[in-house]
């Protein structure tokens, strides 16, 4: 029988602690067999998740007979991963076992050094830390999963989730992976990847600075047909030096800077009204429905349409009263 070790060091976010223990567990083959064994290991006797303290039934040991091994996240991405652990998942790997993290376990398989190299992912608020604290590493912030064979990470909270079922497809095959989903009530596959659920700021406005004047004319102006030439003709500068100053301020291009403004109206306009997609789409500057679905699925992750299904706004149920 497979067997995955779910490894939980001190901090453990339970979330991520939890959910492979209960999807594999629950996880029935065809004939009523269980699919996997699940073995909760830790360094310590105790361990500390917080809330509660817990002591896992196994050590480090129990990694070198596991087929998989799930890394849950910890509250403290940064803090130091004890050389015991890293040389256990280390030798775990070289024997042919499955290493999968959930959210910030990215950072403790990435401390092993066996992710340099590769893609991987976190949750998105962690993208940015794991790519300065681990540089060799194309760390990808929009997808909720990245399969490199052997090593597996995913973004945060309920992507672990889409990890599991994943891992069970893989196994089991898209029967058995499909009870599974049913049983967590979840479909099997998410459309979009971690950034629909990114909380996307308006571009910045440096204040103070010589752009904000036409940053705010350009928020301002989103319906209106903009050029380069327009923007840079409004701001009294060269189109050459248009570019070096949002490059230098914004990190980005002016158009860029443009385009994204009239996504993140467009997500509004999805979440708090009833207004058609062709409509929105005039209403925030684009002249054709196709280029605006086409440029919000490459900035958001998925479709106005599922993005608008899974965020849009509605007013709290009111029971009816019968006038007396």
């Given amino acids: 029988m497979h067997t995955v070790a779910v ?5 453990v976010v339970p979330f991520d602690l939890s959910t492979p223990i209960e999807v594999f567990a629950r996880t029935r083959l065809p004939d009523g067999r269980p699919a996997y064994r ?30 998989t091994i799930i890394l849950p996240g910890c509250a403290d991405a940064t803090a130091p991963v004890p050389a015991e652990v890293l040389d256990a998942l280390r030798d775990a790997a070289a024997n042919g076992s499955r290493l999968a993290s959930i959210c910030t376990g990215a950072f403790v398989l990435a401390a092993t050094g066996l992710l ?9 608020l962690a993208t940015d830390l794991l790519a300065a604290t681990h540089p060799g590493i194309e760390v990808d912030p929009d997808v909720l999963y990245v399969d490199n064979g052997q090593l597996l990470t995913s973004a945060g909270a ?68 903009l050029t380069l030439d327009d923007i840079a003709t409004h701001a009294d500068m060269s189109t050459r030096t248009l570019n070096r100053r949002f ?20 997500q509004h306009l999805l979440e708090t009204t009833d207004h058609s997609i062709d409509r929105i789409t ?13 440029r919000f699925k490459r900035i958001v992750g998925t479709t106005p349409h599922t993005y608008r299904a899974n965020f849009r706004s509605r007013p709290p149920a009111v029971a009816a009263v019968d006038d007396e």
């Fill in 247 to 266: 490059r230098e301020h914004t990190g980005t291009t002016p158009l860029q800077w443009l385009l994204r403004t009239r996504i993140r109206q467009a």
């Fill in 38 to 67: 699940v073995r909760v290991c830790g360094a310590t006797p105790t361990v500390d998740a917080g809330a509660f303290t817990l002591q896992p039934p196994w050590g480090l040991d129990a990694l070198r007979s596991a087929d």
């Fill in 282 to 294: 005039t209403q925030v500057g684009f002249t054709s429905p196709t280029a605006f679905r086409d």
């Fill in 7 to 11: 490894l939980a060091l001190d901090q």
């Fill in 158 to 225: 309920a992507a672990g989730l889409d990890l599991c079922l994943h891992l069970i497809r893989r196994d089991h095959g898209s029967t058995v992976a499909a009870d599974a989903a049913r049983l967590s009530v979840m479909p099997l596959e998410r459309e979009g990847g971690q950034s629909q659920f990114i909380v996307h700021d308006n571009p910045p406005t440096p204040r103070g600075s010589h752009l904000e004047p036409v940053l705010r004319w350009m928020a301002d102006n989103t319906t209106r047909d």
């Fill in 116 to 124: 340099d190299g590769r893609r991987a992912t976190t949750h998105w």
